[in-house]
Structures are given as C-alpha cells and as structure tokens.
C-alpha cells in the first residue's frame, strides 16, 4: 500500500517507519526541517519525503498527524483528499494539553471529515500513547493492545483494521464516525493516566470479551 504521511513527529514518524517496515510504500511530509523528514525515510526504498500534496499524489492512504491547532494548515497544504482513506489520529487538545476543546456534539474527526471533503476519514491510532509506536513491540506480554477506529466508510475502515492488525494491535469497529466523540475522550483520560496519573506513556487499552 502506497501511504502519505503529513505530519511526522512522534506519531506519524513512529507508525511510518513501522509501516515501512511491514513493507508499504510511505511518503513522509510536513515537518518544518527536512533533513528529520530524510532521516526518518532513511535508506530503505520503499519510503521517501515530499510535500503534503505530493504524499496525497503518490498514497491512497494517509495519515493525519499534527497538533490539533496544525490541522487546517496541514490540510491546505495536502489539497484534495477527494476519494483517498484518511487516517485521523489526532486528538483536539487545547494548546495547553490540559483539556479537549471540542468534543460531546462534534469531534476532531467529524470537523476535519468537513475540512477535507470527499475523503474518507477513519478515526484510528489516537488512543495509544506515541512511545507504543516507537517500541520494538506492541505487546504487552503475550497481549496485542486493542485500537478502536470508527468511520462512515465500509471499505476505508477495512483498510485501515487491517494496518492496525498488522502494526500489531487488535482493531476493534467502534462503528460510525460520529463515534469518535467517545475515542477522542477516551484518548483524553490515557493522557490523564500517563500524565496526571503518573503511570507513563507505555501503557495501553486492552478490550477483553468473553
Ligand atoms: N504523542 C502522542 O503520544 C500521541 C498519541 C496519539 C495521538 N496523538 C495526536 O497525534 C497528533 C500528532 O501528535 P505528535 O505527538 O506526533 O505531534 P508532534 O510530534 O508535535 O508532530 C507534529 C508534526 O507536525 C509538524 N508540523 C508542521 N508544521 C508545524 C507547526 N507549525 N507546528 C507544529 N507542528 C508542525 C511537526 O513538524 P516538526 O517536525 O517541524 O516539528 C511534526 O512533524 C496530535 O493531534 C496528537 O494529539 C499524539
């Protein structure tokens, strides 16, 4: 799969190389220093740098992941997303990181679905910390952690379970993408534990059923 990075910090530089290694073909973009983008595409190649526009021309999936504040910046960089798979992992925290600045009757997810119009937006990959996807491993023990995603298209959201299975979590359906007014939260109380709580960034969900 051909995917477009936008935005390669801790996020989008930790699940690009992940996916680079799992073999895709992954353009990274929008980071203010060019020489961090060309390390992190490194040699291997399979991965590359560009602008945002040119990751959208050469992917048919892509990963938004910039700070909230970022988003539409990133976006008028990106130009059309007009039929491509739209991973949104960010989370709309206020500047301060303290609290979300939107949430209840919309989400990051539903407002930036408007900002790209005809792109199909899965909400996916913001409920894990960043220092999960720089790690050797998503296991936790013998445990794959889960990864809830949500979204309005079938066929998005079956690409999108797939590449988180295979960045070695579980993927679990949380339905419409209307749904990410609860993922967005639920990110949100990660970074009260982490942070608040004390208990660090390598942590994770696990969803058990019986
Ligand atoms: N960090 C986490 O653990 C985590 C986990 C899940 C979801 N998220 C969400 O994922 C998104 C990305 O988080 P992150 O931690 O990967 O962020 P980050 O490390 O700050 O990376 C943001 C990326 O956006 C780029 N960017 C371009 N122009 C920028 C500007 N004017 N100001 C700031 N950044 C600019 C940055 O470029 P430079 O390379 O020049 O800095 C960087 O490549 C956020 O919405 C966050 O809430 C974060």
């Known amino acids: 799969m051909n995917i477009g990075i936008i935005g390669a910090g801790n996020v989008g530089g930790g699940l690009g190389k992940i996916w680079v290694k799992k073999g895709h073909k992954v353009i990274f973009s ?3 220093n060019q020489e961090k983008l060309m390390a992190l595409a490194g040699a291997a190649e399979n991965s590359g740098t560009g602008s945002p526009a040119e990751a ?3 992917s048919e999936v892509l990963l938004l992941s910039v700070p909230w504040g970022k988003v539409p910046e990133a976006l008028k ?3 059309s997303l007009q039929g491509k798979v739209l991973i949104d992992c960010t989370n709309p925290l206020t500047p301060d990181f303290s609290e979300l600045a939107i ?3 919309t989400s990051a997810a539903e407002e930036i679905a408007k900002m790209a119009p005809g ?3 899965v909400k996916a990959f913001n409920s894990a910390f960043a220092e999960v996807y720089n790690s050797e491993s998503r296991l936790f023990g013998s445990r794959r952690p889960t990864m809830f995603f949500c979204g309005d298209d079938a066929e998005a959201k ?3 379970s797939e590449l988180i299975m295979e960045t070695g979590f579980e993927p679990t359906d949380a339905g419409p993408l209307k749904n990410a007014r609860y993922i967005e939260p639920l990110a949100m109380l990660m970074i009260q534990l982490g942070y608040g709580q004390g208990m660090g ?3 994770a969900l696990n969803l058990i059923h019986r």
């Open 103 to 105: 949430g209840h009757d």
């Open 158 to 160: 079956k690409i999108v």
């Open 77 to 79: 960089a990106a130009g």
């Open 119 to 121: 792109a199909k937006v």
């Open 30 to 32: 929008f980071s203010r």
């Open 56 to 58: 959208v021309q050469q």
């Open 201 to 203: 960034t390598n942590i």
